[in-house]
């Protein structure tokens, strides 16, 4: 429990649905504000086509500055997402720690997501993580629209496990499922994690969930429960996917690390200085935050352990 890790991915979920396009300049003071909070996992964009999501045009830019020297603390990791092999190329290119990968279990999102469905896109996924390994990168995949979708409603276990599978037979071990669609409930995600688990007990597991029905944190308390160790959110709450049927805000990371905080875990964040930065934020989007511990304020007291 003490390995507890909060990747923040607000950089890029958080902000790839915002019509109000961010400067370089000000993305660099949010991630210098969260490196300052203690955040050693941090996504920084997505490499994906600037037309189409013009939020992530800077991507590479952002990259190569936060990997000069001296611009971000040992041992921080910063991730990019990446769809394709062009994109692994940029990623490589520009100094990304490790990339993110995945599939979606939804054939219909996979689609609206990528132009390709759930078969053809595992392929592509694992020939993308296997060359990424071999150039000693960190990865992970995951499994989008895991607990459901806006488009085909229920996802069986079963179609998310078969995903899963092939990722094991490939050799990949760290895997993160995500709920697109913001359709999760606590039982379901105890029970599909502890599939996984049975599966391979050595497997590194994330979660990436939605608040789209307002069970967000509850879903996340369940993944902690059956063992997960990396619990990917978004400053403020922002984000959701423009490809969903219905788009909603990641988990927001305050309210997270303020409850894993009341229990004793990630407490190597400084709560303070990571409100200062969701502040900012909603001080450049000109609008009141989902997050409430921002409104509310914390509760718990930070001691650097």
Not at 195 to 210: N, Q, T
Request: hydrophobic share 40%.
């Amino acid at each position: 429990m003490n390995e507890i890790k909060v990747h923040e991915v607000g950089l890029r979920d958080g902000l790839q649905i915002e019509k109000q396009v961010v400067p370089l300049e000000k993305k660099i003071a949010w991630v210098e504000g969260l490196l300052a909070a203690g955040i050693d996992m941090i996504q920084l964009g997505s490499f994906v086509n600037p037309e189409k999501v013009p939020q992530m045009a800077d991507t590479d830019k952002l990259f190569a500055h936060f990997s000069q020297d001296g611009k971000k603390p040992a041992g921080v990791v910063l991730s990019g997402l990446v769809l394709n092999e062009k994109g692994l190329e940029r990623g490589m290119a520009c100094g990304v720690d490790m990339f993110c990968m995945g599939v979606s279990a939804s054939d219909t999102h996979s689609r609206k997501n990528t132009g390709k469905g759930s078969d053809e896109a595992v392929g592509q996924i694992i020939a993308m993580a296997q060359a990424a390994m071999k150039a000693q990168k960190r990865i992970q995949v995951s499994i989008q629209s895991a607990f459901g979708c806006g488009f085909e409603g229920p996802i069986p276990a079963e179609q998310v496990l078969a995903i899963v599978d092939k990722y094991l037979a490939a050799g990949i071990r760290n895997i993160s499922l995500a709920d697109t669609a913001g359709h999760a409930y606590p039982p379901q995600v105890e029970s599909l994690y502890a599939e996984i688990l049975k599966r391979d007990p050595g497997v590194e597991l994330a979660c990436h969930f939605h608040n789209t029905y307002g069970l967000g944190l509850a879903n996340g308390y369940a993944a902690l429960r059956t063992g997960v160790k990396y619990f990917e959110s978004a400053l403020g709450g922002l984000g959701g996917c423009p490809f969903t049927k219905v788009a909603a805000g990641n988990v927001c990371s305050e309210d997270l690390v303020h409850s894993l905080q009341r229990q004793g875990l990630a407490t190597t964040i400084d709560l303070d200085k990571l409100l200062e930065t969701a502040r900012d934020l909603g001080g450049f989007f000109g609008r009141e935050l989902p997050g409430f511990i921002l409104k509310a304020g914390s509760i718990v007291h930070f001691k650097k352990a």
